[in-house]
């Protein structure tokens, strides 16, 4: 299997920015949807975007939409989260996967899971 290498996480201030970068070796990621998703301390790991394969179609729980945006660049086996307008409780370890439908109505991750990256938001 696959295990992608998330980057990009660090120490940021409520309301700043941040992108996180994510890149999967193999030649099948550009035929692959794909996620992001996160664990904060003591909780569940959680969907938090969603993208096509060609890139056209995206999707974020409410959680997020409107401050999130997901791309990928095929050409560069890469995929990239810009966050924006932070709070305390995006504070997680980040991870990208391979997505597939979940029970409940969201996306999982499929494939391997990678080391992620962690996102601290705090002032």
Not at 11 to 36: A, D, E, I, N, Y
Not at 73 to 94: G, P
Request: with cysteine; aromatic share 10%; hydrophobic share 35%.
């Amino acid at each position: 299997q696959v295990q992608p290498v998330e980057s990009g996480g660090g120490l940021v201030q409520p309301g700043g920015s941040l992108t996180l970068s994510c890149v999967v070796s193999g030649r099948t990621f550009s035929s692959s949807v794909m996620g992001w998703f996160r664990q904060a301390p003591g909780k569940e790991r959680e969907f938090v975007a969603f993208i096509s394969g060609t890139g056209d179609i995206t999707y974020y729980p409410d959680s997020v939409e409107g401050r999130f945006s997901i791309a990928r660049d095929n050409a560069r086996n890469t995929m990239y989260l810009q966050m924006n307008s932070l709070k305390a409780e995006d504070t997680a370890v980040y991870y990208c996967n391979r997505a597939g439908p979940g029970a409940s109505g969201d996306y999982v991750g499929i494939d391997k899971w990678g080391k992620g990256t962690l996102v601290t938001v705090s002032s």
